[in-house]
């Protein structure tokens, strides 16, 4: 059974802090991203890494910055959480075929709702 | 246009009646399409993955995707108050790694 995790369901934090977001997958997968989900402005990409310290900027990238030194983990950092990073974090995981196609199911983890006061 | 596009709603339907949602999508995109069910507070939950022109069953869940007029649609057979969520539509991208496009996400509400 797949399975991603994040380490927080819920996380107050202060304007100015670094915060650090992790995830975790148990599947093997080459493919992991981080998005957050925002009242209608639904699911927005932030980073997408698809191998071991591999990275690519997705839709919304400032002020964020990720790294992934194994395979199984993804953080997202915030270097100085600011109010509008007020949001729901989703991590997800795909995995990749031989010959370097995707099966394109992505799995999420639970979420983590960040607030920054 | 955006490449997947859904309707709001919210759709309201009766106790065991069928739930029907549509998504609609542009050339952008490839030939691969999942359903996400979300409630609320939790993250989305793959539900339905269709590739082939034509209908794809799974419980009282049923796929359907028309290439030609660029139409996905879910239905929900015998809704139950439990099927009360967002509904997700994507679709990877075609001219990227496969970066998966959301639609906004249509609100289900299933009244007894």
């Known amino acids: 059974d797949v399975k991603v995790t994040q380490s927080s369901r819920y996380l107050v934090k202060r304007t100015g802090e670094k915060v650090f977001l992790e995830c975790v997958q148990d599947?093997?997968?080459?493919?992991m991203f981080w998005y957050r989900q925002d009242p209608g402005l639904g699911l927005r990409l932030i980073y997408f890494?698809?191998?071991?310290?591999?990275?690519e900027k997705g839709d919304i990238p400032e002020g964020y910055s990720v790294s992934r030194e194994k395979k199984e983990r993804f953080s997202l950092i915030l270097e100085s959480a600011s109010t509008n990073q007020t949001s729901m974090y989703l991590c997800?995981?795909?995995?990749?075929?031989?010959?370097?196609?995707?099966?394109?199911?992505?799995?999420f983890g639970p979420g983590t709702r960040l607030t920054v006061l | 246009q955006k490449e997947v596009e859904q309707n709001s709603g919210p759709l309201s339907v009766p106790e065991g009646a069928i739930a029907s949602l549509n998504c609609t999508y542009s050339?952008?995109?490839?030939?691969?399409f999942f359903w996400y069910r979300q409630y609320s507070g939790k993250s989305p939950e793959l539900i339905m993955s269709?590739?082939?022109?034509g209908d794809k069953e799974d419980g009282r869940f049923t796929a359907q995707l028309n290439k030609a007029s660029q139409y996905v649609s879910l239905l929900i057979r015998d809704s139950q108050p439990s099927d009360s969520a967002t509904y997700l539509c994507?679709?990877?991208?075609?001219?990227?790694?496969?970066?998966?496009?959301f639609g906004a996400g249509t609100q289900v509400v299933v009244t007894p």
């Open positions: 599947m093997d997968h080459e493919n």
């Open positions: 269709i590739y082939s022109n």
């Open positions: 050339d952008r995109v490839s030939q691969s």
């Open positions: 994507a679709a990877p991208l075609t001219d990227s790694w496969g970066k998966l496009q």
């Open positions: 890494s698809y191998d071991v310290k591999m990275k």
């Open positions: 997800a995981s795909r995995s990749r075929l031989a010959g370097g196609t995707y099966t394109d199911t992505q799995y």
